[in-house]
Antibody
Framework: QVQLQESGPGLVKPSETLSLTCTVSGYSISSDYYWDWIRQPPGKGLEWIGSIYHGGSTYYNPSLKSRVTISLDTSRNHFSLKLSSVTAADTAIYYC??????????????WGQGTLVTVSS | QSVLTQPPSVSGAPGQRVTISCTGSSSNIGAGYDVHWYQHLPGTAPKLLIYGNSNRPSGVPDRFSGSKSGTSASLAITGLQGEDEADYYCQSYDSSVSGVVFGGGTKLSVL
């Protein structure tokens, strides 16, 4: 059974870089699939952040592209998210998920439980 | 403001049938892009319910079904149970924003 678990600081200061890791168990991330990040600000809907293919190609939400980096660490079987120059608007629950299909046909299964990141001084 | 529009809430009595709509436009659902649906209990991992408009992953009861027509999609739940009380999200692709988009979510209450 594939499981994903997000980890990282729960509090980040404005203008700094948010860094999260998604550890995958039950499946080798280098074998197949896309590996994605999605977030949900408090009281709002879900927002797709971006994706990395098992081969290393990345795809980002155009609205966040200038600040986002997603990377793979196959030796540790995890993938990571870095979001730079954060503001209070980046406060959200951050989810990682395994994704099937290219962006135009993508769906997410399974998801991690999510981790709350608050941006505040 | 989400690209895909869902009603904020729906409700139904146990055993009844409810539908949740997901309204898009010509740059997403109306352009032929697939719609997928998720069930989410706050504090837990969202769960895939329907993929590719109408396909159920293994393990999802056949009480859940999806359909798509024109610029809209719907999730139907029959034989409502208390455990169905959750938030439901639709998801698709939008060519005008060049990315994956979600609906704002619908809270289902089982009366």
């Amino acid at each position: 059974q594939v499981q994903l678990q997000e980890s990282g600081p729960g509090l980040v200061k404005p203008s700094e870089t948010l860094s999260l890791t998604c550890t995958v168990s039950g499946y080798s991330i280098s074998s197949d699939y896309y590996w994605d990040w999605i977030r949900q600000p408090p009281g709002k809907g879900l927002e797709w952040i971006g994706s990395i293919y098992h081969g290393g190609s990345t795809y980002y939400n155009p609205s966040l592209k200038s600040r986002v980096t997603i990377s793979l660490d196959t030796s540790r079987n995890h993938f990571s998210l870095k979001l730079s120059s954060v503001t209070a608007a980046d406060t959200a629950i951050y989810y990682c998920a395994r994704a099937r299909g290219p962006t135009i046909r993508r769906w997410f299964d399974p998801w991690g439980q999510g981790t709350l990141v608050t941006v505040s001084s | 403001q989400s690209v895909l529009t869902q009603p904020p809430s729906v409700s139904g009595a146990p055993g009844q049938r409810v539908t949740i709509s997901c309204t898009g436009s010509s740059s997403n659902i109306g352009a032929g892009y697939d719609v997928h649906w998720y069930q989410h209990l706050p504090g837990t991992a969202p769960k895939l319910l329907i993929y590719g408009n109408s396909n159920r992953p293994s393990g999802v009861p056949d009480r859940f079904s999806g359909s798509k027509s024109g610029t809209s999609a719907s999730l139907a739940i029959t034989g409502l149970q208390g455990e169905d009380e959750a938030d439901y999200y639709c998801q698709s692709y939008d060519s005008s924003v060049s990315g994956v988009v979600f609906g704002g979510g619908t809270k289902l209450s089982v009366l």
